[in-house]
């Protein structure tokens, strides 16, 4: 099956008409036939080759798989189709992806401006630099003049950029070599420990880990299955080496002996808070409803701090713009100056 790349937002809008149509009654192939009505010719082929191998009794996040959709959004209709809340798991599936499709459109909205304005300052400065500076420089020496504090340090910052540009560079290599060298054949669960030691990354995918965990995990308790039947839930999930090496670790504690909460405290890339959630749900008897209120917990706290984020980002990134501007003004205007004081 041949297929166009879907972006989030399409991801999010073809789960969510999906997941409306379920929730009034509708089987998972007419609801697929309906909502093909709603999209794009080249889109409607691409389902409608969905659907042949649905018919045939595939199951529908192989076909999602096909279509090369978001790994987590298969990973929630994998489980929906283990529990049979499929219409459940498109709508939460859906804001999900829908969530993280606006994050990236306030991303671009936050850098391009910016970054345009960066850009043509530096092209400004660059022509100060070599063009006017150079010219003050030789009225100095003709006037007997002492060049100025401030014409000194951007002569100095030209010289330092393109020692910082190659490092950068290096930097850069260093961390592609790694990267596919080393870090991509790490088992899945070094991994996720590696990046918990990245101080501001690791915040936002611990919350992350510790939704979409906690999501499935209580979705399929509460169709009654039991820990170690969930867990085996994971253990099945080929697409996501992750999740199902972390419930095989898990089961293998489990039969040590380990009480759950206790397994949980020692992963570094889950909440701590989690292992808390887990012996409360345990003593009253509704696991699955507690991590369903603390998945959501975890779901806020994550919008909060990218929010967040964002709003310290900005200010950041205009006060730098308004440091270049400021330079490339004083840049100019005191050699001016100080030549008006040497005449």
């Known amino acids: ?136 420089s030789s009225l100095y020496t003709s006037m007997n003049l002492e060049t100025n504090a401030f014409t000194s340090i951007i002569y100095l910052l030209d010289d330092l950029f393109p020692l910082l540009f190659i490092i950068l560079c290096v930097l850069l290599c260093v961390f592609v070599f790694y990267y596919f060298v080393k870090f991509k054949n790490l088992p899945p669960l070094h991994q996720k420990n590696l990046l918990m030691k990245i101080p501001m990354l690791s915040t936002y995918l611990r919350l992350f880990y510790t939704h979409y965990f906690s999501t499935q995990l209580s979705y399929l308790l509460s169709g009654g299955l039991s820990v170690n039947e969930a867990l085996s839930m994971f253990e099945q999930n080929e697409h996501q080496s992750f999740y199902k090496q972390l419930a095989k670790n898990i089961k293998q504690d489990l039969r040590k002996g380990e009480k759950l909460e206790n397994i949980i405290k020692k992963y570094l890339f889950l909440e701590k808070e989690l292992a808390t959630i887990v012996k409360h749900g345990q003593d009253n008897g509704k696991l699955s409803q507690e991590l369903v209120f603390f998945a959501a917990h975890c779901l806020q706290r994550l919008e909060e701090k990218t929010d967040k984020l964002m709003k310290q980002m900005q200010p950041i990134l205009y006060s730098v713009i308004g440091l270049l501007i400021v330079c490339m003004y004083l840049a100019v205007l005191l050699p001016m100056f100080h030549l008006l004081d040497g005449i």
């Open 1 to 136: 099956m041949k297929t166009r790349k879907w972006s989030l937002e399409e991801q999010a809008v073809f789960l969510k008409m999906t997941g409306e149509l379920l929730i009034r009654g509708y089987p998972l192939a007419e609801a697929l036939e309906s909502v093909t009505l709603h999209l794009p010719l080249y889109r409607r082929k691409e389902i409608r080759e969905g659907l042949e191998v649905l018919k045939e009794g595939y199951p529908f996040y192989l076909i999602l798989q096909r279509l090369k959709f978001e790994e987590h959004l298969i990973g929630y209709v994998f489980f929906a189709e283990k529990h049979g809340g499929l219409a459940t798991a498109f709508i939460e599936g859906s804001k999900m992806v829908q969530k993280r499709a606006n994050d990236f459109s306030k991303l671009k909205k936050l850098f391009v401006y910016p970054l345009f304005l960066i850009s043509t300052t530096l092209i400004l400065w660059v022509f100060v630099q070599k063009y006017l500076l150079p010219r003050f």
